[in-house]
């Protein structure tokens, strides 16, 4: 318990935010989607490690509120309306966010990182070329999630400039759960998923599913597609608060590093996922699967999007959009 405290003392420090002591907020509110990238957040709220850390900090009875939405559009727009404090999303998000806000909105740390699949039950699609107006492919949020973006970058580098918005038009939103059902179905027009850990695996398991696409080769290493980010106004009227909220993303990742096995079974008993605790534990220890706090291949999704005109502002460094508690992070 004392590492922990010294801890969020030295989190408060690298936040740049110390200040007299003060009442801060009664009430934090997160959003986290299903999927095992949300996996330090599910555990966080199974723990409860906010409520712990919050208690380490001298903060007193804090109440801890969770959601689960599938949408990373819809995350971000409760963030903004202030019904949520802090939102677990893809790192667009949190650009467009941050781009949205004249950097009001910034992360505060990453989630996790996997290699997601694009998956196909069409057995003529072999690549990205191979996709048709028949065709139909599931993403959580059309054009500005992780998956909807790299799939315009893997699209711009294999078909050319021209390719980079064409397979746009046969994406539609829809949250993992709900595209697995409609993947694994016999007739459902949606017949693809930009998937992800441990969606894609359930998928796989169907004779007729092939992978076409895996974002590992387009990123060229991990890419930290969950982070958690929340309002400027927020970290600095509650700095420990927030110190404490990154604490417990630690101690969560410390749970995995440790402990797969116990996280795993945690983690299905929040969830109700059908796996094993044996098969999440093998997905977990696949390469480029990442638990950590430093966020990965986000200046890559950055400068696309910038690119592509979407976001105003083009960041130099990832470090512009996330907070400082970060920043002595190798992060890219």
């Known amino acids: ?12 420090l690298a ?9 801060e907020v009664k009430e934090v509110r997160f959003t986290h989607q299903p999927g095992l990238i949300y996996m330090p957040l599910i555990l966080a709220e199974q723990q409860k490690l906010v409520e712990k850390q919050i208690a380490a900090a001298g903060l007193g009875d804090v109440r801890v509120s ?3 939405l599938t949408s990373g559009g819809a995350s971000v727009d409760a963030l903004i309306s202030g019904n949520v404090d802090f939102v677990t999303s893809g790192a667009t998000n949190l650009l467009l ?3 949205r806000t004249r950097g009001e909105v910034k992360g505060l740390a990453a989630s996790a990182g996997a290699p997601m699949m694009l998956v196909t039950r069409n057995p003529a699609v072999k690549t990205l070329a191979d996709f048709s107006s028949k065709d139909r492919i599931a993403v959580p949020t059309v054009k500005v999630s992780t998956q909807a973006v790299l799939l315009q970058i893997a699209a711009e580098r294999q078909l050319g ?17 709900d595209a697995v059902g409609a993947v694994l179905s016999t007739n459902n027009e949606i017949n693809s998923h930009f998937s992800l850990p441990p969606y894609q695996q359930i998928e796989l398991r169907d004779p007729r599913v092939h992978v076409v696409l895996n974002s590992y080769d387009v990123a060229g ?31 969560a990742d410390a749970l995995i590093r440790d402990d797969p096995k116990r996280a795993a079974e945690l983690y299905l008993a929040a969830t109700r996922e059908k ?21 990965y291949g986000t200046m890559l999704q950055a400068e696309h999007l910038a690119k592509a005109g979407v976001l105003k502002s083009r960041p130099k460094d990832w470090k512009e959009f996330f907070f400082p508690a970060v920043h002595d992070r190798p992060g890219t």
């Not at 021209?162 to 746009?168: A, E, P, Q, T, V």
């Not at 796996?275 to 390469?287: G, I, R, S, Y």
């Open 1 to 12: 318990m004392r590492c922990l405290t010294r801890a969020a003392g030295a989190l408060l």
């Open 275 to 295: 796996l094993t605790a044996d098969e999440l534990v093998a997905m977990m220890k696949q390469p480029g699967v990442v638990f950590s706090t430093t966020p």
């Open 66 to 68: 969770w959601i689960t």
């Open 161 to 177: 400039d021209g390719g980079r918005n064409k397979l746009d038009p046969i994406t539609v939103q829809l949250g993992h759960p």
């Open 221 to 251: 290493g991990p890419l930290s597609n969950a982070v958690v980010f929340g309002r400027r106004s927020f970290v600095e009227q509650n700095p420990r608060t927030a110190a404490a909220i990154l604490a417990a993303l630690e101690e």
């Open 97 to 99: 966010a941050w781009d």
């Open 15 to 23: 936040l740049g935010l110390a200040a007299p002591a003060r009442a």
